[in-house]
């Protein structure tokens, strides 16, 4: 162990914040002990944690940063949140000064707006004088679109019309409305060429094909009316000449949609369709329980909307 005085012991503790960064300051980069350091406590008759102690409290208060709640103007110096910029003390103070802050200047903003007004740069415009330097033109008429309707598309229900079979030719669309494969929640797919919107009515449909029921998707329209509205209902299946339903569980939808069929008709619920579950789980191998199944795995292809 080479020689060390107590002067230069002492300047290279006062600069050290472990027993390791100690040794280093004194000269040994390797192959040194620690306990070499109670021979010159000893020697020296010195303390060496307390100092050490001593000079981490002093490092963390000179680097302890300050901050100044912008709301209450509370000093911390530890944020609230690890999304904090500092300049709140808590959320309660980030959102109260967030809503008092221009309050007044929000106001004016406002009112100005309900008269077609606002700021720009300090300076009051006039919405409608400045819109009508520059129309917004009719992508069918060519005529400028009023600033009451500066919003639409177009300046006319009738050109409006013209837009939309316009957007649906080129589209390649030209039967609008009825049944629309893929349109549900859940996952959905075909089955031998059978489209199936949920796996229930996936199991009902192997049921069927399985033991030689005459079943295929129902193609029929059904015209109800719910909360003032007209609207349209696309049953299941057709299953033997009988509309058929399938359904999870009832509900006041359901029996209204249910009286706009005029023709032989019946609903199959969840707990109708046990034994057709029972089955597809056993013949093919499939996980069945209350809320969850597999069956979608036996479509032929199937898209998901489930996360």
């Known amino acids: 162990m080479k020689r060390i005085t107590k002067e230069t012991f002492l300047k290279a503790l006062f600069n050290s914040l472990n027993k390791t960064q100690l040794m280093r300051n004194l000269g040994y980069k390797g192959g040194y002990k620690i306990s070499q350091i109670k021979d010159w406590e000893k020697e020296f008759n010195i303390c060496v944690d307390e100092i050490i102690k001593r000079n981490i ?71 409608e004088e400045e819109y009508n330097k520059n129309p917004k033109l009719c992508p069918i008429c060519g005529k400028p679109i009023p600033y009451e309707k500066r919003m639409y598309k177009t300046c006319s229900k009738e050109c409006s019309h013209k837009l939309c079979s316009k957007s649906h030719k ?76 399938i359904k999870n569980y009832n509900a006041d939808l359901v029996d209204i949609k249910a009286e706009s069929v005029n023709k032989p008709y019946k609903i199959l619920y969840r707990e109708d369709l046990q034994e057709v579950f029972e089955y597809v789980a056993k013949t093919y191998n499939k996980k069945y329980t209350k809320h969850k199944n597999n069956f979608y795995e036996l479509y032929d292809n199937f898209v998901t909307d489930r996360e």
Request: net charge positive; charged share 30%.
């Open 57 to 127: 409290d002093e490092y963390n208060n000179s680097h302890i940063k300050y901050y100044k709640c912008k709301n209450c103007g509370k000093e911390f110096t530890q944020k609230y949140s690890k999304w904090s910029d500092g300049n709140f003390c808590c959320k309660k103070c980030a959102t109260s000064f967030s809503s008092n802050i221009n309050k007044n200047d929000r106001i004016n903003k406002i009112k100005l707006l309900s008269k077609g007004k606002k700021y720009i740069k300090g300076i009051i415009i006039n919405l």
């Open 170 to 245: 080129e589209k390649g669309v030209y039967n609008i409305g009825g049944y629309v494969p893929f349109s549900c929640r859940g996952h959905h797919g075909y089955y031998k060429g059978i489209y199936c919107d949920s796996t229930y009515e996936l199991a009902y449909l192997i049921y069927c094909l399985d033991h030689n029921i005459d079943i295929k998707r129902c193609n029929e329209t059904f015209e109800y009316e719910y909360e003032g509205k007209k609207h349209k209902y696309h049953p299941d299946f057709i299953v033997e000449g009988i509309i058929t339903e």
